[in-house]
């Protein structure tokens, strides 16, 4: 069974920086990449990033570009108990970064460098950590 947990979110001042976790367990990171989306408050979720440890692969939105940085930490400890722990380094952050921020992936998934990431092709979701950047 494929798990998805988020931690990390927390309040922080305009231009502060916080580290956001996500670890994937009971899943294949060799295989499928795994997304980040964050839904701010009356608004859709948006797909922002992604990474594939396939070729190192690795995307992001114009408005987090530069300021955010995806990173991945795969460790296997059997070939049926894939773990992957996927960072999200958020740099210089701004009040309309707010928002939950969601890890989610899909068997198949493979985060393309021309498209961000869709909602509608995830399968696996973790519930979300908070981040609220104070003006």
């Known amino acids: 069974e494929v798990q998805v947990v988020e931690s990390g979110g927390g309040l922080v001042q305009t231009g502060g920086s916080l580290t956001l976790s996500c670890v994937a367990s009971?899943?294949?990171?060799?295989?499928?990449?795994i997304a980040w989306f964050r839904q701010a408050p009356g608004k859709e979720r948006e797909g922002f990033s992604c990474?594939?440890?396939?070729?190192?692969?690795?995307?992001?939105?114009?408005?987090?570009?530069g300021r955010f940085t995806i990173s991945s930490d795969d460790a296997k400890n059997t070939i049926y108990n894939a773990k992957a722990t996927i960072y999200l380094h958020m740099n210089n952050l701004k009040p309309e970064d707010t928002a939950v921020y969601y890890c989610?992936?899909?068997?198949?998934?493979?985060?393309?460098?021309?498209?961000?990431?869709?909602?509608?092709?995830?399968?696996?979701w973790g519930k979300g950590t908070p981040v609220t950047v104070s003006s």
């Open positions: 009971g899943f294949n990171f060799d295989e499928d990449a």
């Open positions: 990474i594939s440890s396939i070729d190192g692969t690795t995307y992001y939105i114009d408005s987090v570009k």
């Open positions: 989610a992936t899909a068997r198949g998934y493979y985060c393309s460098t021309s498209e961000p990431p869709s909602l509608w092709d995830m399968d696996y």
